[in-house]
């Protein structure tokens, strides 16, 4: 992601410094034609520092740069664990935290183009963001939806939410719950292949053409139609695969422990 949105804010046109320590890094910012610079360098009267950077070091390197940023800087975090993990500097009221992350472009969309159909991750596509002013001036939160919708762009739509809102959606709604269902249906695809010897294509292609539809179904995209076998097979299979708690994964405690465990490697 940090690439991607390098490029984005370059080709927007903002003076942009690109702080990059990794050879790998490097050598990809120079394909992409932008130079790196150093810290010392990179942070001389910024205004904004985008921290596009693994969740369990971003506290680490906020501690570090925090003494080199005027009061009023923002920093701009691309996801919420780290600030609801409280890995932000706490002696810096004068900073502004942002945090905002990109929806991806969605299964249903109006994309003619070929590159935007295949787009899964956003660049190309069309998709819609969230953003939160964790602290700082109210007026602050402009800039930084400015500055998220010229990363992310093209954007439909930016949702306002708080920090908590923006962590119960990720990691919790689209890594803890969603993705971990994608993962068993793949194991469940798995399963129909080698304990019942059915082809692995034709349970692949059979459950994700379902998938159209029951999405299309559930989420309001084509009317709710399923019969009503169907809808008591949902309430058998859910006493089969679904723990009656499991709405407890979206609660802020569980969220916490997640953002725990993903900035520091531990539930506390």
């Known amino acids: 992601m940090g690439l991607r949105v390098t490029k984005k804010l370059f080709e927007s046109g903002y003076d942009l410094r690109a702080i990059e320590i990794g050879d790998l890094g490097r050598k990809r910012l120079a394909e992409a034609g932008l130079a790196a610079t150093t810290i010392i360098d990179g942070l001389k009267d ?7 950077l693994p969740d369990n070091i971003i506290g680490t390197v906020a501690a570090e740069i925090e003494s080199q940023l005027a009061s009023g800087t ?4 691309l996801d919420a664990a780290a600030p609801y993990a409280d890995a932000l500097p706490k002696n810096r009221p004068d900073l502004t935290y942002f945090v905002g992350h990109p929806c991806h472009p969605p299964l ?13 991750h956003g ?12 602290q700082g001036p109210e007026e602050h939160y402009a800039v930084g939806v400015e500055i998220c919708e010229a990363m992310w762009s093209p954007v439909t739509k930016t949702h306002r939410v708080t920090v908590e809102q923006l962590a119960i959606l990720e990691p919790g709604l689209s890594e803890m719950l969603a993705m971990c269902m994608v993962d068993v249906m793949t194991e ?7 304990s019942y010897g059915i082809d ?5 292609d059979f459950l994700i053409g379902h998938l159209n539809v029951e999405i299309a179904m559930w989420f309001g995209y084509s009317p709710k139609v399923p019969s009503d076998a169907a809808l008591r097979l949902l309430q058998f299979g859910k006493s089969k695969i679904m723990q009656p708690n499991w709405r407890e ?3 802020p405690k569980v969220i916490r422990q997640a953002s725990d465990l993903i900035v520091h490697g531990k539930i506390s």
């Not at 910024?46 to 596009?52: E, K, S």
């Not at 249903?108 to 899964?120: I, V």
């Open 46 to 52: 910024v205004q904004i520092v985008v921290m596009a």
């Open 74 to 77: 923002m920093l701009l975090i």
């Open 108 to 120: 249903y969309n109006d994309e003619t183009e070929w590159a935007a159909r295949r787009d899964y």
């Open 123 to 134: 660049g190309v596509a069309k998709q819609a963001i969230v953003c939160a002013l964790m």
């Open 188 to 194: 469940a695809v798995d399963e129909c292949e080698k």
């Open 200 to 204: 692995r294509q034709a349970a692949k």
């Open 249 to 251: 994964a979206l609660s």
